[in-house]
């Protein structure tokens, strides 16, 4: 059944190429022109227990509505790096768990699931720890790590110090713009993940207004973002345990936490390499999908793509 | 107790600008110097303590103390910084672990690179003793513990030949420029926040200048006709800054190091504009301390006893970080947190001086 599930939800977004699937989350909404498009062909018939259907293609103890969990963009550079057959070099910033050394940690994570998710694709994880607010000079360290890694991808898990520092919204905001504009002048993309969700902070106004800081750099830049936030939050209401789910008994990121956060972060970017290119016309081929079982969803980045979906998922 | 001098009196200078640095966010922040240039304190601690160095390794007579001396005075000062290294570093992270206990927040185990210790304890450990695993705002030290290290080399070399020992700093600092050499991280990939390999220059300009500046008056000289070309430099500075200009690190030419403006590996730049600030600040010092009485106390006050100021100074700026994600912050806390911190650090220094005083108690 699970199966099932699995292939309508995945024909679903390759045939429509459905784009954007921002939507009924209440902050990704704001500001956006984007259609809404959730995937109802795995959605639970009206009047069962959950408005929308969560991710399938997650673990068990990960899922989360895709519109909880994503916003999608083109991700032209991976493509490239996927159509020359080259290893796909990602730069995994801000990450909180240590590297090279550690046993398994979120970069090895991401790695694992993203070559899981891309048969046949190398992919090579760089991580880096990020010290210092991006509104006050580490937008600058950043620019030296990307110039030193020269990757194709740079998934930025950003807002975290800044918040903790309280630095000014709009200078966090305008910093961020222009260093994801940088990044993306220089043909390498982007993906931004936003900060944990934490019961405590759930009624700071100031610490969501640097996620939603966040949510709208990535919709004015047209770059996907893996809500992290929201995400964790929808999770831990759903688990009776609460938050421990996600944060262990001593509340820390324990190692599900890093599983789930690197299997969203997979899922945005393989379902982000099946927005259509915007550059082809014409051919009205759709999108090869290959269909793996829950767990290791194998998405393969689409031959010339429909064209008939473009239209839908231009960004504003 | 010495007198208060230029050299105490900018290394506090240095001190309580990293202070309010290290509070990023706060309102006093855009008040720092290092808003207005392309280097900033940093640099100028290193090369005070290679001036330093050379003051200590000399006797009252000017000559050189004898060469074994010389290396344990330097093994032992690299033990203290160590020490305080360990010290601060556990403390902070025991601030850190407090507070989100206290507000039942966990977001706050990831402040600058601590999440590390709490996921990864059993090699984090590791790195936090062999210095490789550093907190973000707790990375000046262990640069300090690696240049001190190292000093005996080029200070024994010098006693030799200062050329030799300038040669050897110089071509040190440009392979690793050219080859991006650095010390790793572990765990955790990447590298050192700042390079010792590039940094070390700083400290061997440091101690040579201030054997030139005793040995005759031509470095004096020269520092002085030179006056005019620091100011242009640090207006230029000034310029770059005001208007963020800087170059694209994806757009300079290979080797990339020598023309980014990089604070991790100590860009040409940054030093270019560094020794460009000593020539314009040279004989400030000399004019304004008849006019700032108490305040120059304080500050020499505070560059006499460094190490102390530095390790409190880091600990309290953590503290006040804390105090303004816990409050939201705001002009108030912001007043607060810096009243409260220097009166805090003039007290570490006096309180210093006031033990090395008395006889002890027990």
């Not at chain 1, 915007?278 to 010339?304: E, F, L, N, Q, Y």
């Not at chain 2, 108490?294 to 100021?309: F, P, Q």
Request: charged share 15%; proline share 6%.
């Amino acid at each position: 059944m699970a199966l099932a599930q699995t292939s309508a939800l995945l024909i679903s977004l390759g045939l429509a190429s459905l784009g954007t699937i921002s939507g009924s989350s209440r902050a990704g909404a704001e500001g956006s022109a984007t259609i809404v498009s959730p995937p109802t062909a795995a959605a639970p018939a009206p009047g069962g227990e959950a408005s929308e259907a969560v991710d399938v293609s997650l673990s068990p103890e990960c899922r989360v509505p895709g519109s909880k969990l994503y916003t999608l963009a083109r991700l032209s550079s991976v493509k490239a790096a996927l159509k020359e057959k080259r290893p796909v070099r990602v730069l995994a910033i801000g990450s909180s768990s240590a590297g090279a050394g550690a046993s398994a940690t979120y970069p090895v994570k991401l790695e694992t699931a993203l070559e899981r998710s891309l048969p046949n694709v190398d992919v090579e994880v760089e991580s880096r720890g990020m010290q210092g607010e991006i509104a006050s000079g580490a937008a600058e360290r950043l620019r030296s790590m990307v110039a030193e890694v020269e990757p194709d991808l740079v998934v930025w898990q950003v807002g975290t110090h800044d918040a903790l520092a309280r630095v000014d919204l709009d200078a966090f905001a305008s910093v961020l713009d222009e260093t994801v504009q940088w990044i993306k002048s220089h043909e390498i993309d982007v993906v931004l993940v936003n900060p944990v969700y934490t019961a405590s902070l759930a009624q700071d106004e100031y610490y969501s207004s640097i996620v939603r800081k966040v949510q709208e750099v990535a919709l004015r830049e047209g770059v996907p973002l893996v809500q992290r936030y929201e995400a964790m939050r929808y999770l831990s209401g759903s688990s009776d345990k609460g938050e421990a789910h996600m944060l262990g008994r001593q509340f820390r990121l324990n190692d599900l936490g890093l599983r789930c956060m690197a299997e969203h972060v997979t899922r945005a970017i393989t379902l982000s390499l099946l927005q259509p290119d915007p550059s082809a016309t014409g051919t009205a081929t759709a999108p090869s999908v290959i269909v793996a079982p829950p767990k290791d969803a194998a998405v393969k980045p689409p031959s010339p793509p429909r064209s008939g979906g473009a239209s839908l998922q231009e960004q504003p | 107790m010495r007198e208060p001098n230029a050299i105490d009196f900018w290394r506090g200078l240095a001190l309580v600008t990293i202070y309010v640095n290290h509070i990023p966010g706060n309102t006093f922040e855009r008040y720092t110097y290092s808003q207005y240039g392309i280097s900033d304190a940093a640099e100028l601690f290193v090369f005070l303590a290679g001036w330093s160095i050379g003051i200590a390794t000399r006797g009252r007579d000017g000559q050189p103390e004898p060469r074994l001396k010389s290396v344990l005075r330097l093994l032992s000062r690299t033990i203290e910084v160590y020490r305080a290294q360990i010290t601060t570093m556990a403390i902070a992270l025991a601030m850190i672990a407090g507070t989100a206990l206290i507000l039942d927040n966990p977001l706050l185990l990831e402040w600058h690179n601590a999440g590390g210790f709490f996921a990864d304890p059993i090699q984090t450990t590791i790195g936090f003793v062999a210095l490789t695993h550093q907190l973000g705002f707790f990375n000046i030290l262990p640069l300090y513990v690696v240049l001190l290290g190292i000093a005996p080399i080029f200070i024994l070399i010098a006693r030799v030949s200062r050329i030799a020992a300038l040669v050897l700093s110089f071509g040190l600092y440009s392979a690793s420029l050219v080859f991006e050499w650095n010390l790793p991280s572990w765990p955790g990939e990447g590298d050192w926040f700042f390079d010792p390999l590039c940094w070390q220059l700083l400290l061997v300009l440091g101690f040579v200048a201030q054997d030139l500046n005793q040995r005759s008056g031509t470095l004096r000289r020269w520092s002085q006709r030179l006056m005019p070309l620091g100011v242009v430099i640090v207006v230029l500075g000034i310029v770059l800054s005001v208007f963020d200009l800087r170059p694209d690190p994806l757009l300079v030419p290979d080797p990339r190091l020598v023309f980014s403006f990089d604070k991790t590996y100590l860009s040409p730049a940054r030093l270019i504009h560094f020794i460009g600030v000593l020539l314009a600040f040279q004989g400030v010092y000399a004019l304004i301390v008849p006019h700032i009485g108490a305040i120059g106390r304080y500050l020499a006050g505070l560059g006499r006893n460094s190490l102390a100021v530095f390790s409190i100074g880091s600990l309290l700026s953590l503290a006040a970080q804390l105090v303004r994600f816990w409050t939201g912050g705001g002009l108030l806390v912001d007043v607060g947190a810096m009243g409260f911190g220097l009166f805090a650090l003039g007290f570490t220094a006096w309180f210093v001086e006031w033990r090395s005083r008395k006889p002890r108690l027990s």
